[in-house]
């Protein structure tokens, strides 16, 4: 599996001493709060398992310090070999740091060159105001918006949909 790194990160494949940070990461209600509602421990687990195992998923660090401050991953479509959706999620000390758009342009420049992909899709939240900058900056397009589509603990949210294709790098 791929090691992916930056002037400030690494992005490294999850590896099973991993698990206390992804348990922690989702049952922050402040990260989870734009994500989906908290879930019970069984499940994080299931999902940290496949973590464990899926190709071009990261856990994002500095070079300065080994301390997990995100994970970030791409799921390739099954469908359509040639697109992927982005994901990410970063602990609150590392919000307006850079960090995370740092991290989503290495990703993305891995997908284009080295995953085979040649289109990214991300969902974002209306609200979630950080994820809309970060993929902006990326260069991310919005190319739709689902009114009141995304639901979590019973309220309905925007969901915005972005895109970014290889020949827009």
Not at 8 to 36: C, H, K, Q, T
Not at 110 to 126: D, K, M, S
Not at 144 to 166: C, N, P
Request: with cysteine; glycine share 6%; net charge negative.
């Amino acid at each position: 599996m791929a090691t992916i790194t930056t002037p400030r990160l690494i992005l490294s494949p999850f590896r099973p001493a991993d698990w206390n940070f992804f348990r922690a990461l989702r049952e922050d209600a402040s990260v989870m709060r734009y994500i989906g509602s908290l879930a019970a421990e069984k499940d994080n687990r299931l999902l940290f398992a496949t973590r464990l195992n899926a190709p071009h998923t990261f856990v994002v660090r500095t070079h300065a310090d080994s301390t997990a401050l995100g994970d970030i991953g791409l799921r390739i479509s099954p469908q359509h070999r040639d697109e992927a959706d982005i994901g990410y999620m970063f602990i609150p000390q590392a919000h307006g740091k850079g960090i995370a758009s740092e991290a989503v342009r290495a990703l993305c420049e891995y997908a284009f060159t080295q995953a085979g992909v040649n289109a990214l899709n991300a969902w974002v939240l209306a609200e979630n105001t950080g994820s809309v900058r970060v993929l902006e900056k990326c260069g991310f397009v919005r190319t739709q918006m689902l009114e009141k589509a995304y639901e979590i603990d019973g309220v309905h949210y925007d969901d915005w949909a972005y895109r970014l294709e290889s020949t827009a790098c």
